[in-house]
């Protein structure tokens, strides 16, 4: 026998990673051996095409919109309307057993004397053919109601902001799982070879200055192979980090550097087989594509007049809400699977007065005008679009109340979204809370369920939607039973 091979595959052994070993003893070697010769095209592969038993059945969507409004907005001064509170101002809600049922608050009330409950002090009408209740902060929301469903009910179990986002993100309040969108990148894959699959946006905000951070793991990939994790578009400097080219390269420059890299890790992928390499020609080529298309991309110079002042002043402005909607808008013409804005400073705890219609006025016109030009375009038929926060307010006051201006704590039992457009019916309001808005009394929505409503929209069954990860078959949606809610979705 020949000892130098086996010195050989021993030394292989010392530095083949963990991952990687426990992968082929799973596999076996011969499906290991044969990954090995699968090499062909590694400098140019690509792999847009997602799992190939998806999607389970015919999509209503095909691309996605979240606009995400991150610290949590009132659901009752938005769109949860209670007349009846009126009469019960500064009335104790501790002295209300039935209503709070003994529901755990958080440690900045749970010190209060009282829990004194604080009417909305803003306006409500009935709008449109559905007679939806909406507060006058939201006037051009209000204005199409017949365009959306609004669900009054969704709830979850975390009350504080970093689970809770985490939560209704990634399906755990612990960190480490993959996201929505790098869920839906996996199992979709992209429909574009220039674009990422999943882009991210965080734009300014008028509201309460002091904001929850936002971390990458919001739309980061997890367990799942790192390509799939969002790529975040900024507004200032380059709109992707790193994706110009130093000083002294230009583009000849940049694609020879790639073709020798992608022939090293040709080389790598010959002896070890490791699909992470893969992955690392696959993110080189696709930031090599970038450097074209994203310049052309985030240049709104081609807009119309009309379409620029429906999104309203700000659409003009880098890095505004108004801004990342049109650019939702062009990223969704150019077939981008799912994109997600995340909009900070709905954490009203105090100084309701002022801050709450700032961040309304933020967001209500550029999310009315991405619904409206979506339609004009005739792509809101196949595009979803998601509006919402991580938990809801409490019907009682934080600190000091006054009939003009209070604050409201977290509230995870009953909160507000609204969908639109791919697989949602238009001009329905869906679930009913208690007259305190604290309980969801009528057909109340996880958010496990709110997102195994996103995937059926796409064409996937929550259910049979999984990856293994840690010795377990793990899904989006958790290991409990949740289901699409029906009573928004079209037939």
């Given at each position: 026998m020949?000892?130098?091979?086996?010195?050989?595959?021993?030394?292989?052994a010392?530095?083949?990673?963990?991952?990687?070993?426990?992968?082929?003893?799973?596999?076996?070697?011969?499906?290991?051996a044969?990954?090995?010769?699968?090499?062909?095209?590694l400098?140019?592969?690509?792999?847009n095409?997602?799992?190939?038993?998806?999607?389970?059945?015919?999509?209503?969507?095909?691309?996605?919109?979240?606009?995400f409004?991150?610290?949590?907005?009132s659901q009752l001064d938005?769109?949860?309307?209670?007349?009846?509170?009126?009469d019960?101002?500064?009335?104790?809600l501790r002295?209300?057993?039935?209503?709070?049922?003994?529901?755990?608050?958080?440690?900045?009330?749970?010190?209060?004397s009282?829990?004194?409950?604080?009417?909305?002090?803003?306006?409500?009408?009935?709008?449109g053919?559905?007679?939806?209740?909406?507060s006058?902060?939201?006037?051009?929301?209000?204005?199409?109601?017949d365009?959306?469903?609004?669900?009054?009910?969704?709830?979850?179990?975390?009350?504080?902001?970093?689970?809770?986002?985490?939560?209704i993100?990634?399906?755990?309040?612990?960190?480490?799982?993959a996201?929505l969108?790098?869920?839906?990148?996996?199992g979709?894959?992209?429909?574009?070879?220039n674009?990422p699959?999943?882009?991210?946006?965080?734009?300014?905000w008028?509201?309460?200055?002091?904001?929850?951070?936002?971390?990458?793991?919001?739309?980061?990939?997890?367990?799942?192979?790192t390509?799939?994790?969002?790529v975040?578009?900024?507004?200032q400097?380059d709109?992707?980090?790193?994706?110009?080219?130093?000083?002294?390269?230009?583009?000849?420059?940049?694609?020879?550097?790639l073709?020798?890299?992608?022939?090293?890790?040709?080389?790598?992928y010959?002896?070890?087989?490791?699909p992470?390499?893969?992955?690392?020609?696959?993110q080189?080529?696709?930031?090599?594509?970038?450097?074209?298309?994203?310049?052309?991309?985030?240049?709104?110079?081609?807009?119309?007049?009309?379409?620029?002042?429906?999104?309203?002043?700000?659409?003009?402005?880098?890095g505004t809400?108004?801004a990342s909607?049109?650019l939702?808008?062009?990223?969704?013409?150019?077939?981008v699977?799912?994109?997600?804005?995340?909009?900070?400073g709905?954490?009203?705890?105090?100084?309701?007065?002022?801050?709450?219609?700032n961040?309304?006025?933020?967001?209500?016109q550029?999310?009315?005008?991405?619904?409206?030009?979506?339609?004009?375009r005739?792509?809101?038929?196949?595009?979803?679009?998601?509006?919402?926060?991580?938990?809801?307010r409490?019907?009682?006051?934080?600190?000091?109340?006054?009939?003009?201006?209070?604050?409201?704590?977290?509230?995870?039992?009953?909160?507000?979204?609204?969908?639109?457009?791919?697989?949602?019916?238009?001009?329905?309001?869906?679930?009913?809370?208690?007259?305190?808005?604290?309980?969801?009394?009528?057909?109340?929505?996880?958010i496990?369920?709110?997102?195994?409503?996103?995937?059926?929209?796409?064409?996937?069954?929550?259910?049979?939607?999984?990856?293994?990860?840690?010795?377990?078959?793990?899904?989006?949606?958790?290991?409990?039973?949740?289901?699409?809610?029906?009573?928004?979705?079209?037939?």
């Amino acid at each position: 026998m020949n000892p130098i091979p086996m010195r050989d595959e021993f030394n292989r052994a010392l530095h083949m990673t963990r991952r990687h070993l426990f992968g082929q003893a799973s596999l076996g070697l011969g499906t290991a051996a044969l990954a090995s010769l699968n090499t062909g095209g590694l400098a140019m592969a690509s792999n847009n095409a997602g799992l190939p038993e998806l999607p389970h059945f015919a999509p209503k969507a095909k691309r996605a919109i979240y606009l995400f409004m991150a610290g949590a907005p009132s659901q009752l001064d938005t769109f949860d309307y209670k007349p009846k509170l009126d009469d019960l101002f500064n009335e104790d809600l501790r002295k209300m057993p039935d209503v709070q049922k003994g529901q755990r608050i958080t440690t900045m009330t749970s010190g209060q004397s009282s829990l004194p409950i604080a009417p909305s002090k803003f306006k409500f009408a009935q709008h449109g053919e559905s007679r939806a209740w909406v507060s006058d902060l939201l006037h051009y929301t209000a204005k199409m109601v017949d365009d959306i469903a609004i669900v009054k009910t969704v709830h979850t179990e975390a009350i504080n902001h970093d689970p809770a986002i985490t939560y209704i993100c990634t399906g755990n309040q612990l960190p480490g799982k993959a996201s929505l969108g790098a869920w839906l990148s996996y199992g979709l894959g992209s429909m574009n070879d220039n674009l990422p699959s999943f882009v991210v946006m965080t734009p300014t905000w008028t509201g309460r200055p002091e904001a929850q951070a936002l971390y990458n793991r919001l739309w980061g990939s997890g367990f799942l192979p790192t390509k799939y994790q969002g790529v975040s578009l900024r507004s200032q400097g380059d709109p992707v980090l790193f994706l110009s080219n130093p000083p002294g390269i230009d583009r000849e420059t940049r694609r020879s550097m790639l073709d020798r890299a992608a022939e090293l890790n040709r080389q790598t992928y010959e002896s070890w087989g490791d699909p992470q390499t893969r992955a690392r020609v696959e993110q080189a080529e696709m930031a090599f594509r970038m450097q074209a298309s994203v310049p052309d991309l985030v240049d709104i110079s081609g807009e119309t007049k009309e379409t620029l002042e429906m999104y309203g002043d700000e659409a003009t402005k880098p890095g505004t809400f108004a801004a990342s909607c049109l650019l939702a808008r062009r990223m969704a013409e150019r077939d981008v699977r799912f994109v997600q804005i995340f909009h900070r400073g709905w954490d009203q705890h105090a100084n309701m007065a002022r801050d709450l219609p700032n961040q309304c006025h933020d967001i209500d016109q550029p999310a009315w005008a991405l619904i409206q030009d979506l339609k004009q375009r005739g792509m809101l038929d196949d595009t979803l679009v998601v509006w919402g926060g991580e938990f809801g307010r409490t019907v009682y006051c934080q600190g000091k109340l006054t009939r003009e201006n209070y604050g409201r704590d977290h509230h995870p039992r009953n909160f507000c979204v609204w969908l639109a457009g791919g697989g949602i019916k238009p001009g329905v309001v869906y679930g009913e809370t208690d007259d305190f808005s604290y309980n969801a009394i009528e057909n109340p929505v996880h958010i496990h369920d709110l997102n195994a409503t996103i995937l059926r929209c796409m064409g996937i069954d929550n259910s049979r939607f999984t990856f293994r990860a840690q010795g377990l078959d793990v899904r989006l949606t958790g290991v409990e039973e949740h289901h699409p809610v029906e009573g928004i979705m079209k037939s």
